[in-house]
């Protein structure tokens, strides 16, 4: 069975893309993965400091979700839009992950070593397409990590859940179906 974790690039109570996310959890669930997710607030971790990571290296939190990160073969994150890119929450996160680093490493084989999906969710016409521009370029270029090219960016999101958490729209309900099997097939591919 596929183990998907699940991020919400934001925390907020009421947040579209947490709802966005528990739509993903919804669709690995039907497509018989097991999904995971998390709130990123848990890890409560300060904006990334150089002065504070020479001092006491990175937070045990960071630590912590890197660990969480390497027991999941697919990874679906789903990104807010601040100002045309990613929310500091989510990039902040990936970060401190990338200084986490065992003897020899560099910080960013959990990354390369696991297959990533990206959504995002907006109340405005574009649907965060503009944050999701800017996070497959970090996890791409930046972090080396492999994502797959299908992704939902979600327009007018404050109207686009059900009461039950799920899609309204036949349309968005099948993207998101196709985006969660097509994570899946490529993870355990990637694992094996
Ligand atoms: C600082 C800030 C900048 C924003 N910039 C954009 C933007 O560029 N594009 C957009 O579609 N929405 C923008 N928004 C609105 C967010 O998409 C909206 O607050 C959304 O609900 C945030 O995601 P969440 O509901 O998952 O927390 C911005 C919101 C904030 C607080």
């Not at 998390?38 to 630590?63: C, F």
């Not at 944050?131 to 109207?159: F, N």
Request: aromatic letters at 6%; one cysteine or more.
């Amino acid at each position: 069975m596929t183990r998907i974790l699940v991020i919400p690039g934001s925390a907020r109570r009421g947040s579209l893309n947490a709802a966005l996310a528990y739509a993903a959890v919804q669709s690995v669930q039907k497509a018989g993965g097991e999904p995971t997710l998390v709130n990123l607030r848990d890890l409560a971790l300060p904006i990334y400091d150089g002065d504070l990571e020479a001092k006491e290296g990175p937070p045990e939190k960071a630590r912590e979700f890197k660990a969480l990160l390497g027991e999941y073969q697919g990874v679906f994150i789903s990104s807010p839009e601040y100002n045309s890119s990613v929310a500091p929450l989510l990039k902040n996160t990936l970060d401190w992950v990338t200084r986490v680093r065992a003897k020899g490493e560099t910080g960013l084989e959990v990354y390369k070593s696991r297959v990533f999906a990206i959504s995002g969710a907006s109340p405005g016409y574009y649907g965060a397409m503009r944050s999701l521009l800017h996070l497959r370029q970090i996890l791409e270029i930046g972090i080396g990590a492999p994502v797959i090219p299908q992704q939902i960016a979600l327009p007018r999101a404050m109207d686009a859940f059900d009461t039950d958490g799920s899609l309204k729209d036949k349309g968005q309900q099948e993207l998101c179906k196709t985006v969660v099997e097509a994570l899946a097939i490529a993870a355990k591919k990637f694992a094996a």
